[in-house]
């Protein structure tokens, strides 16, 4: 895991320094609110429905126990709701919501995020996080965002190079870069450096994949043009192989011709993605001309050297861990005994949460943050604080926030699965559910944002409780279930296998369902957006739409096929007549 220099933490500090300094202007007056409004969105602080929202940068979700400590005395000691006032009319909505505060929120981002922190006391935050080596800067704003990767980085036994040194390098390239700070839109990179692609690299403006040619030389393939939003647009390949030490001039290249002729009269149309699919070639053909403007005649001063990727490549060795003598062979037999001899769900656990190792004796585990009564992807106080002691005991001190909302240890022994499978069931975050309906990616919706047009987190618990039986939720097997309040999708609901998108209808509250979306992984296949099965349902005919959905693939399904290969095999038509009979069910009894 990256350990910030002296001149990180200091560079940090200073930030929050300023950040408290520009605050005190603005109480007393001195700083007007369209002044002080972009500096606190480059720190991280929007202003939401209720209250301030703080994104919490983590760069490519790694985390060590220390920080989450912090972030669990942020959410205990400022993320107040009673700071706030949260009536029925400010909400806007038909009742006033039940709103969960002291947490912290796993965004799909790999960032963490606050909902109740007042302003006035975000200075305080700020100076939290920088002792710990965090803050929030290009969470927000049009910029270079958060880069993201695989939660299992370094670790995958699919990986064909680790992609963390260089997601680290890219960081400190593209933070606070003069020339992007001010691009037509945000601007979001994600890479992976396994065959399986778990990073949705295709859905970003810019998707890295690490990769060997013929001649087993390192280098990337680059996507351009990803996106989801309004026109979700799978990222076109413009490079199959682009050597990896030429991959910050080629970025440099990509953001520069972004920055010259992206959209600015248009924040609907200024995303990268809309640029690529207007100018198709000619896009790719002004990245190369810039490219080698670049290399030609700027000298190619960004070119990574093998002694800086040496350098930044020793941060990220696997830790030294004290294993007993046992080999793998009999750890696993021990442990697969005691499944047998303890309960059916420590085995499910085993099948669902851990995943293999690049070595022998590790395993990866998934902390599910996913379960009813819990806004999917919320980590209370307590929960932040007990997920820090599982990483400390657990997992040398490291987690990872992963793109479905959960939180991962990548160090864990073999012969500790048990005695951590016991810890986290007594916190209540051992649910074998991660990769089944109920592991749900949602936004938090018309709760929080003020951008959104409808809620998403009652439909979450509404399904959360309807699935409640593991027995059934394995028999149903992997869903990717995805939830947007508005057709930004912050819930990723265009790759979901089943997407739902809340809309407006003159002032009430509707959904979208669409089915067979896709973020390219290994169960989902190539990368597509679903499609929409029909009009729009009432937020109550929801949850029986769901069921009507996996009651039709339990009826078509051949052998141990998943729902979506039981979808595209035949076809969405018996999936939209069953979800269109709840519509006509529902008209009958009202009428």
């Not at 350990?3 to 605050?23: E, G, I, M, W």
């Not at 919320?378 to 604080?385: F, G, I, K, M, V």
């Not at 051992?430 to 987190?457: E, H, V, Y």
Request: hydrophobic letters at 40%; charged letters at 25%; aromatic letters at 8%.
């Amino acid at each position: 895991m990256y350990q910030y220099s002296d001149f990180d933490r200091q560079f940090v500090q200073l930030r929050a320094d300023q950040y408290r300094d520009q605050l005190t202007r603005w109480q007393a007056g001195t700083l007007g609110d369209d002044e002080f409004k972009p500096l606190r969105l480059q720190n991280g602080w929007y202003v939401q429905r209720f209250a301030p929202m703080l994104r919490v940068a983590v760069p490519y979700g790694e985390i060590n126990s220390a920080q989450l400590k912090v972030l669990a005395k942020i959410a205990r000691d400022f993320d107040h709701k009673e700071d706030h006032d949260v009536s029925q009319a400010n909400a806007g909505l038909s009742e006033v919501p039940t709103l969960p505060d002291r947490c912290g929120h796993f965004t799909t981002r790999q960032n963490v995020q606050y909902n109740w922190i007042p302003l006035s006391r975000s200075a305080d935050v700020m100076d939290l996080l920088a002792s710990v080596g965090m803050h929030g800067i290009q969470t927000s704003g049009n910029c270079i965002r958060n880069i993201t990767t695989d939660a299992l980085a370094g670790i995958a036994v699919d990986e064909v190079a680790d992609p963390r040194p260089f997601a680290e390098i890219m960081r400190q390239w593209s933070t606070l870069h003069p020339e992007f700070a001010f691009l037509p839109r945000k601007f979001k990179v994600a890479i992976t450096g396994a065959r399986e692609d778990r990073a949705a690299t295709a859905w970003h403006d810019v998707g890295l994949r690490l990769l060997r040619n013929v001649d087993g030389e390192l280098g990337f393939q680059v996507r351009v043009g990803g996106g989801m939003g309004r026109t979700p647009i799978i990222g076109s390949v413009i490079r199959e192989f682009l050597p990896w030490n030429q991959i910050l001039n080629y970025l440099e290249a990509v953001v520069r011709a972004y920055n010259r002729f992206g959209r600015r009269d248009n924040m609907y149309k200024a995303r990268i993605k809309i640029l690529v699919k207007a100018e198709g070639q000619a896009f790719t053909d002004q990245v190369e001309a810039e490219y080698r403007d670049i290399i030609e005649k700027d000298g190619a001063p960004h070119t990574i050297s093998q002694a800086e990727l040496d350098r930044v490549s020793a941060f990220f060795v696997p830790p030294q861990l004290k294993c007993d003598r046992k080999s793998a062979d009999a750890k696993i037999a021990h442990i697969l005994k005691a499944a047998a001899e303890d309960d059916m769900e420590f085995s499910r656990w085993l099948t669902q949460n851990v995943k293999p190792h690049q070595n022998p004796d590790l395993r990866a585990v998934t902390l599910s943050f996913k379960r009813f009564g819990q806004a999917p992807g919320d980590a209370t106080a307590d929960q932040l604080d007990r997920a820090a002691d599982l990483a400390e005991r657990f997992s040398a001190g490291e987690a990872r926030v992963t793109h479905e909302q959960n939180l991962l240890l990548p160090w864990v022994r073999c012969d500790q699965l048990p005695e951590l499978w016991r810890e986290a069931r007594r916190l209540g975050l051992a649910k074998p559910n991660i990769g089944l309906l109920t592991d749900m990616i949602a936004c938090p919706g018309g709760d929080f944002c003020d951008l959104a047009n409808a809620r998403s987190l009652p439909l979450a618990q509404a399904i959360l409780g309807r699935y409640k039986d593991l027995d059934e939720l394995h028999d149903l097997g992997e869903i990717d279930l995805h939830i947007s309040g508005c057709i930004n999708s912050c819930g990723h609901h265009h790759s979901g296998h089943i997407g739902i998108l809340g809309v407006d209808k003159d002032g009430q509250e509707w959904y979208q369902v669409t089915l067979g979306g896709s973020d390219g992984t290994r169960l989902s296949g190539e990368p597509a957006p679903g499609k929409v099965i029909g009009p729009s349902f009432a937020a109550s005919e929801v949850p029986d739409v769901i069921e009507a959905l996996l009651d039709t693939y339990r009826a078509q399904r051949t052998g141990g096929e998943t729902f979506v290969a039981t979808l595209r095999r035949t076809g969405a038509d018996p999936f939209k007549s069953a979800a269109n009979a709840v519509r006509t069910s529902t008209a009958r009894a009202t009428a």
